[in-house]
């Protein structure tokens, strides 16, 4: 006895065998319109690092910060060009208490904190 999968394949592949198709239709493929907007969501952002040494590293120009005063001069300097969000790129090897600085120096400038844990690249196992 047959089972219903064997049945509905074969009954797919006759279909897909005898189907003819038009390869002379022209497709209209969607223009890239998303990239501006993709890239306005981003203004908004300031992006910090948290190594796994310890120290926290600023924008894309990844300027290292020395003091706790100096990261919020940054935040600052961010929040006046615009930014309302920090993404914080913290080593999962930090204890949490690095974390809370940050958060403290956000909830003072009124920015929003988001948190991305990253791995070391010795830890990632396939």
Not at 53 to 77: I, K, M, N, T, Y
């Amino acid at each position: 006895m047959l089972r219903l999968i064997d049945i509905v394949l074969i009954l797919l592949f006759g279909f897909i065998s005898i189907s003819h198709f038009d390869s002379s239709i022209a497709v209209q493929l969607p223009e890239a319109g998303h990239m501006p907007r993709l890239q306005a969501e981003f203004q908004n952002l300031a992006v910090v690092s948290l190594d796994e040494a310890g120290a926290f590293v600023c924008g894309p120009e990844r300027h290292q910060v020395a003091s706790a005063a100096e990261l919020r001069d940054w935040l600052a300097g961010e929040q006046a060009a615009g930014a309302t969000q920090v993404r914080l790129r913290a080593d999962r090897g930090r204890p949490s208490s690095e974390v809370a600085l940050l958060q403290e120096l956000c909830g003072e400038l009124d920015l929003g904190l988001s948190l991305e844990i990253i791995r070391r690249a010795e830890e990632i196992r396939p």
